[in-house]
């Protein structure tokens, strides 16, 4: 069994993490009852199997395009979203498949997205990097680096402008930093006081390009020329991240303007599916160490157990409980339609609405209503 956290002095790309020793009582762990525990247990797990099984359905050409396996960085999908209201907002990048799913897209609309199909939560037309769903306020999935901050600062704004209360969490990788819009959306977001909460998943690579390479400062001090408060937190003690997110979102909510979050993490598998995991640019050592001491699943479960909150049998059964979940998610994508070929043109362009046409596509006209071909 891992060490328990409490004991773990950690290393996560090159900053020293040292994690509390956690207070367990009769009822539960840091503040957290039993069932929350075992559900934040329960969800990890269920981003772990859905992912494996993706893997694995990738491998056998079940799923095409590119695939972008968050497996390592769970914590960060239930930590920082698990503690938001079900109508704010979320937008991220293309690892975002553990995230749709915190923020409550069905595993079966996510996998069956993977596959192309119909039933897929953006009508099969997105796939892997563009998982959608504004009925559960997930925006998006985006698979330019750094194209979802501004759209981050946009919805911040949106939410200011109709008077709402929700925040925006707007994640990306440690990549989109140094794209420029990074820096024109927090100096939009200060200077307007925007409700958004600017997570970086660093992960300490962009593609095979270590972060010390391409910045001669560290990640936290990227926000202060804004004036965007800066905080830095371990991604893989999902307790920790939890707790931090439940308090930040209430602050910002509150009107305390936007943030910016270094989240350290890590993943075990490659950039995307075409990726070796080790070998390259890290080495074996780098990432089984990782592995065996920061798998934030094994974290969690080993505090469990030790403060006599897990059982095996229980283990056991909630891992069952994820591996069927997305055993049937994948049946359910395998035995979907794939989208009929008439239908190629639906739900790219806007739909024509009093003002006439949003968009002109140049190709071809329907027959009086002067609007895009469709099909
Ligand atoms: C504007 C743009 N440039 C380059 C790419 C190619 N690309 C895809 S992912 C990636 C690295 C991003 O790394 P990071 O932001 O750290 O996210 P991670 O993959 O680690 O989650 C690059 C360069 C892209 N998609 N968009
Ligand atoms: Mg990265």
Redesign the pocket.
Known sequence: MAQAIGEMEAKVNGTELSTADGEADAAGLEGFSREELHALLADMLLYRRFEEKAEEAYAIGKIGGFC?LHIGQEGLAAGAIKPLRGDDLVIT???EHTQAIAKGITPRAAMAELYGRTTGCSGGRGGSMHLFDTSVGFMGGH?????QIPLGAGLGWAIRYRGGDQVCVCF?????VN?GAFLESLNMSAIWRLPVIYVV?N?G???GTAFSRVSVTDMEARSGACGVPAHTINGQDVLETYRFFEDLAAKVRAGAGPQFVNALTY?FRG?SMSDPVSGTYRSKEEVEAHITQQDPITILRDRMMEAGLLTQEELEAIDAGARSISDDAADFADASPVPDPSTLYDHVYAEINEHGRLFLDGRGERPGDGGPANG
């Open positions: 972008h990048a293309y690892r698979g330019i680096v750094g194209g990306m990788g440690d990549a989109a794209q998943e992960n690579y962009g593609m993943r950039h």
